[in-house]
Structures are given as structure tokens and as C-alpha cells.
């Protein structure tokens, strides 16, 4: 159940209990006033007929009356007093009764208490209806607020949604001086805090990559003149990964950035730019083209998507590695282990290659497939396959 549903039904709720707590006062007042005033009535018409009956002046009163409430008879029989009584299930209707002992006897009058229970009923009608169009007003206004909250509410959801999925710049723009103004106000400090850190921590990152680019450059060199043999090649070989993984770092470092990557799109078969991808890696990568388009995207992006994900699939899966190509999408798959489950729910994260399982490495390859994808508006999506292996999707749609 959501705030707006909850809002609304709290404040139908306080409306109807407010209503009912009113309309029940005003009933009892209502008819201890219509009481007081028949039995004030009936108590005067007791009193002009007992001085008519000691003036000896002809009444309609009645006396010693057999249908006399018993309450009555009993209170006026030991009392030398006048008094009321209403008889609510008399025949004919309610009935309000005066009486009074007048020597050895005892005279009474009565009047219908029906117009005043009709009174009644009427009020009772109109405060039901009062009270219907409050719950519903009380109803209508829960909506408006719990909309309007709502509203804000899930502005500042989306806002940290949208900086979840790395729009650094979004912001909330607080209204009022609430509870969610405080809320858009802690969304925007975080922001800022969270672009501040992540900015420095791509300064480093790119700054440490520059500052080993022109030793790792000599070591290379240096390599080159170095006279044939296993050391020799040992010392190549770690020097070549060293280089790639400065320039892996850089990359990371320029995709970073918003703005400063962007792609040089032109109209490709999207079948041979994947031969050729794979073809440039060197691996033997089985290719399967079940639908061909012609798309619009930066070739060189999408062959550096795909040599990674191959890379990847060689480093952490197990052969066969196929590529499927169907219409604008590109399916890298191979029969390994599968992704690790944070991977899945998360995403790749730099630095980070998995599970054990999976094999070793520097955990930026899938990082870079993720922005240069961004770079390119594509989509990016990896799954376990139900008969084992991990497949990658590329959708340049």
C-alpha cells in the first residue's frame, strides 16, 4: 500500500470518527432538548387542568386512567408531586405522560411524542449526509496531500536513482521547509559528496596512470634490447601486461569523465564488424550471424566491446566461445562457470574480477565494455545460461 493510499485512508479515517463523534453529540443533545421541551408542555397543560378541576370548570383530562405507565402511577401515588414520563412503546406511537394526585384521585394528561421523533429521524438523515460528503471531502483532501508529498517524495527517489546509475549532476530541487525539503536537501549533499570523492579518486587513478606511462614506455624499451632467452621473455611478458593494464587505467580514467568521450558513428553491417572484431583478437571465436542490420555506431568502440568481452570469456569462462549476431544485438558466450552472483546483481566493479572460480585478473575489462556501451547509448546485459556458461549481450538498438 502506498503513502497516497495511506494518507487518504488515515485522513477518511479522523473524518469519519470526527463526524460520527458529532453527529451522535447532537442527536443526544437534540433529543434531551425535545424531551425537556414536551415534558414542559405536558407539565403546563397538568397544571391549567388541575386549577381547572379545583375551579370546578369542565376538563378532558383524564383520571385515574387505566393505560397510566406504571412508573408514573407508582411515583405520583407516593408523592404529593407532578411529574412526566415518556412512554417510548406505547400503542400508537410514543407518548409523552403529566400527572399529579388531585385528592383521592389521579389526573393526567398526554400528548404524541411523534412529531418530535420524526424531528429527529430527519436530523439524523442530515447528519448522516453531513457526514457521508466529510469522509469523502476528508478522502478527496488525503489524496491532494498524499499526491502532493508523493510527488516530492518521488522526485528525490529518482534523483538518487539516477545518481545510483552514475548521473553525478542530478539534483533535487527542495520546496518548503519540511521533513522532505530536509530529505532533498541530504540527497543533494550526498551528491555533491559523492561527486567530490569519485572525482578525486579518478584524479589519482588517472594521475598514477600518466606518472607510470613514461617508465613503463622505457621498460619496453629496455626490453627490446634485452638478448633472447626465458628470462628475457618472463620479463617481456610482464612488462606487456604491465603496459596494458596503465593503459586500461587511462581509459577508465578518460570514460570517467562526462564529455569527453564521444563516439564518431557511421553506417556499419554489423556481421563484418564483428568478423573483424574477432578476427583483430586472434582467438578462435566461433561466429554465427543470424540476422544482419545495418547500424549506426562508432566501429572502433564496438570492436573494443567485443575484444574484452572475448578476452574475458577466454580468462574467466572456458571454450567454446561464441559471437551471435541478431539484428542491432551481439551475444558473447562461452561455457565456463558462469558470472558470479554480484556481478549480476551489481554490475562489474573496477578492480574486482569475481568469484574465485573465475580465474584471475585486473577487473577492468568488463568496466571498460560498461563505458564505452555508455558512450555509445547501447545497453549491456550479462546472464547464466540454463545450460551452463556466462553470456553477454550487447544491444546497439
Known amino acids: 500500500m502506498g503513502l497516497r493510499t495511506k494518507t487518504a485512508l488515515v485522513i477518511a479515517a479522523v473524518a469519519a470518527v470526527v463526524a460520527a463523534f458529532i453527529g451522535l453529540l447532537v442527536h443526544q443533545r437534540t433529543a434531551d432538548d425535545q424531551r425537556e421541551d414536551a415534558a414542559r408542555t405536558a407539565d403546563a397543560r397538568l397544571m391549567e387542568v388541575l386549577q381547572d378541576r379545583i375551579a370546578g370548570v369542565e376538563t378532558n383530562a383524564l383520571v385515574n386512567p387505566r393505560a397510566l405507565p406504571t412508573v408514573l402511577r407508582d411515583t405520583v401515588t407516593h408523592r404529593p408531586v407532578r411529574a412526566t414520563y415518556l412512554q417510548e412503546s406505547a400503542h400508537g406511537g410514543p407518548v409523552m405522560w403529566a400527572a399529579a394526585r388531585s385528592g383521592a384521585d389521579i389526573v393526567a394528561v398526554r400528548r404524541s411524542y411523534a412529531p418530535e421523533v420524526r424531528a429527529l429521524n430527519s436530523l439524523d438523515q442530515v447528519l448522516l449526509s453531513a457526514g457521508a460528503a466529510a469522509v469523502a471531502l476528508g478522502c478527496g ?136 572484431a574477432v578476427a583483430a583478437t586472434g582467438k578462435d571465436v566461433e561466429v554465427r550471424v543470424h540476422r544482419d542490420e545495418v547500424v549506426a555506431t562508432d566501429p572502433r568502440r564496438v570492436e573494443r566491446i567485443l575484444a574484452n568481452l572475448i578476452a574475458n570469456a577466454y580468462r574467466h569462462g572456458a571454450p567454446p566461445v561464441t559471437l551471435e549476431v541478431d539484428g542491432a544485438a551481439v551475444r558473447v558466450s562461452d561455457r565456463g562457470p ?23 585478473g585486473i577487473g577492468l575489462g568488463l568496466t571498460i565494455v560498461m563505458g564505452q556501451a555508455q558512450v555509445l547509448g547501447a545497453r549491456v546485459t550479462y546472464e547464466n545460461l540454463a545450460e551452463g556458461g556466462a553470456q553477454a549481450t550487447v544491444d546497439l538498438t
Open 141 to 276: 483532501l488525503g489524496i491532494a496531500v498524499a499526491a502532493a508529498a508523493g510527488r516530492r517524495i518521488g522526485a528525490s527517489a529518482r534523483t538518487a536513482q539516477r545518481i545510483a546509475h552514475g548521473d553525478l549532476t542530478a539534483r533535487v530541487t527542495p520546496k518548503g521547509k519540511d521533513e522532505i525539503a530536509e530529505l532533498a536537501d541530504a540527497v543533494n549533499t550526498m551528491a555533491d559528496a559523492l561527486s567530490l570523492r569519485l572525482e578525486a579518486e579518478r584524479r589519482v587513478t588517472a594521475d598514477i596512470a600518466h606518472e607510470l606511462r613514461t617508465p613503463v614506455a622505457g621498460l619496453v624499451t629496455a626490453v627490446g634490447l634485452l638478448p633472447p632467452g626465458r628470462a628475457t621473455e618472463l620479463v617481456s611478458g610482464g612488462v606487456d601486461q604491465l603496459r596494458r593494464l596503465v593503459e586500461d587505467v587511462l581509459e577508465v580514467a578518460r570514460l570517467d569523465v562526462p564529455g569527453i568521450e564521444r563516439a564518431q558513428r557511421e553506417q556499419v553491417l554489423l556481421g563484418e564488424l564483428a568478423r573483424r
Open 338 to 360: 558462469g558470472f558470479p552472483a554480484d556481478l549480476l546483481a551489481e554490475g562489474p566493479q573496477r578492480f574486482r574480477t569475481g568469484a574465485r572460480e573465475r580465474g584471475t
